[in-house]
């Protein structure tokens, strides 16, 4: 019987590599972030009730499980995607990645504007990586 011999470049031979869904997860942790600043600045008084605690709590859960989400597709794209020779030609490419990763766990425990902004700022920076690395240019664009 004759074998045959078969290689991928990541866990799956699918090919579809996109830092949209990270994009999209970062701007969400961006809006529920955003979203729970506004609601403690305008329900101080009110901050022990049942409704003010079930909407934090709400925006809360969504911001981490975005964050987790973004992570994991910036992950996907850094350990799948990226190989030793994208570093010639984009040299930052390990820190922008370990610090990208390193604001989604930040997001996940603080409500940091800075940090939501800083967020979307590397996903942007790895967006522009990922497509010089494919030889395109795709605008930068968000949804909300």
């Known amino acids: 019987m004759n074998q045959i011999e078969a290689s991928a470049h990541c866990d799956g031979p699918c090919g579809v590599y996109d830092p949209a869904s990270a994009r999209v997860a970062a701007e969400a942790v961006q ?3 955003k979203k729970m600043l506004t609601l403690a600045e305008n329900h101080s008084a009110d901050s022990g009730s049942a409704a003010y ?3 934090m ?3 809360a859960a969504i911001k981490e499980e975005e964050a987790h989400k973004c ?3 910036l992950l ?3 350990t799948d995607f990226f190989k ?6 984009i040299p930052d490419l390990h820190n922008t990645f370990w610090q990208a990763a390193k604001l989604c766990s930040a997001c996940k425990v603080e409500v940091s504007a800075q ?3 800083e967020l979307m700022d590397a996903v942007e920076a790895i967006h522009h990586m990922f497509w010089s690395a494919k030889g395109r240019e795709v605008p ?3 949804a909300s």
Request: aromatic fraction near 12%; charge should be neutral; glycine fraction near 0%.
């Open 115 to 117: 940090h939501a902004q």
């Open 71 to 73: 992570k994991e597709e």
């Open 140 to 142: 930068w664009i968000r």
């Open 84 to 89: 030793p020779t994208h570093l010639e030609t």
């Open 53 to 55: 605690i079930n909407t």
């Open 31 to 33: 809006s529920m972030t």
């Open 76 to 78: 996907v794209l850094w």
């Open 57 to 59: 709590s709400r925006y």
